[in-house]
């Protein structure tokens, strides 16, 4: 006691029993809190251990393989970041493409493809095997899939193996302009796993399936070289000096600014194609540049403004369907009586005028028959 004393000055026996009694307070709660902490840390325990039952409880087999909730989310995990490396790699890829001039985009897009289904399939791989599956039992795989295609998804590996062959061939690529036999026209944008997809001069997407690119006919306006040659019908009038309307048309042409200049043996040119029934056929036939050939409709249109314009100018008449009607017969008037009252009545007012009468032809006697 003395020692305690010596040990806290001037503050003597009070002090000694309040921290005496600080402290025993402090052991008793620690006696009655003790349980509780042990208990709610046996119940933790207890649902993390039936959680974790719950995560490597088997819910399937593959073969000799169980597959388990834990096991799904790994392979999930796996495939998603597959999904994000291919992402990455081909971001990389387009940036590389928009910054350097000499490379060509449409070779970088045909491998950023093609990369995609490699590395989505090495994490497909990746993530099975993480769960315990067997590959050199595949052929129960094989077997699975060879069930599946025949029941139904021969359409889909149909289009994705024409995918393929659309990216290896490079018969069609990111960009081009194409016609399909379906009436489908437009550039594509994607080749994608089971389609490809075009967007039209109206801004509509299409989504064509592959292998419509591989079975069918296909007009590529932009495989190997960009300018192509149209050609513009048009039809004047009987008699016009075909010399005005070639420098007239071709005055037009040069006034388009779609037309391709600066070429030696792409100059337009104005033919002479024909003899129609009320006209004199020509056709200017001129070659475009690279922007022009994949907007035909506004292309050609704006030559047929052009054109008209030209015409007219020039005093040049665009003549229009003409008949010649022959009349045999006209209210009871035949041949001769009835093309003279026609060409008389046609100089006269027909106010008023009355109609001749039909002439009435007599019927023959009929002799009763005994």
């Known amino acids: 006691m003395r020692d305690n004393l010596n040990k806290f000055p001037g503050k003597g026996l009070k002090h000694l029993q309040d921290q005496s009694f ?92 093609i990369l995609h289904y490699v590395i989505l399939t090495l994490g497909l791989i990746i993530g099975m095997s993480s769960i315990g599956f067997d590959f050199t039992n595949f052929a129960l795989l094989a077997g699975a899939l060879g069930v ?40 594509v944008r994607e080749i994608n796993f089971r389609s490809t997809r075009i967007t039209t001069n109206d801004n509509i997407d299409i989504l064509v399936p592959n292998s419509e690119f591989v079975n ?34 071709l005055e037009a042409a040069d006034f388009v600014p779609h037309t391709l200049k600066g070429k030696k043996d792409r100059d337009p040119q104005v033919w002479f194609v024909g003899f129609g029934d009320s006209s004199l056929n020509f056709e200017l036939v001129v070659w475009l540049t690279s922007e022009a050939v994949k907007h035909p409709s506004a292309v050609m249109a704006d030559y047929l403004w052009q054109i008209h314009t030209a015409l007219y100018q020039h005093n040049i008449e665009i003549p229009f369907p ?41 019927a023959p006697d009929r002799q009763e028959q005994k």
Do not use: C
Not at 152 to 176: A, C, T, Y
């Open 22 to 113: 600080l402290h025993l307070m402090t052991g008793l709660a620690v006696l009655l809190v003790q349980p509780s902490i042990v208990a709610a840390g046996t119940v933790v325990s207890g649902g993390l251990d039936r959680v974790g039952s719950w995560f490597t409880a088997p819910l399937f087999g593959i073969g000799q393989t169980q597959v388990t909730m834990l096991g799904l989310l790994r392979v999930v995990l796996i495939f998603v970041l597959a999904l994000w490396i291919s992402k990455a790699i081909r971001h990389g890829l387009d940036r590389m493409a928009s910054r350097r001039e000499g490379i060509n985009r449409a070779s970088l897009y045909a491998l950023s493809r």
């Open 148 to 187: 599946g295609i025949g029941f139904g998804l021969q359409s889909m590996v149909n289009n994705f193996v024409s995918g393929l062959i659309i990216l290896f061939e490079k018969s069609l690529k990111q960009g081009d302009f194409v016609e399909l036999e379906s009436g489908v026209v437009g550039e």
């Open 216 to 249: 069918g006919r296909v007009i590529n306006w932009t495989l190997d070289e960009t300018h192509r040659r149209i050609h513009v019908p048009f039809g004047v009038a009987y008699g016009t000096d075909k010399e005005q309307v070639r420098a007239s048309v």
């Open 322 to 362: 003409q008949r010649d009607l022959h009349v045999r017969s006209f209210f009871g008037l035949k041949e001769e009586n009835a093309r003279k009252w026609f060409a008389k009545s046609s100089t006269e007012s027909a106010g008023g005028r009355a109609l001749p009468k039909a002439v009435e032809t007599p």
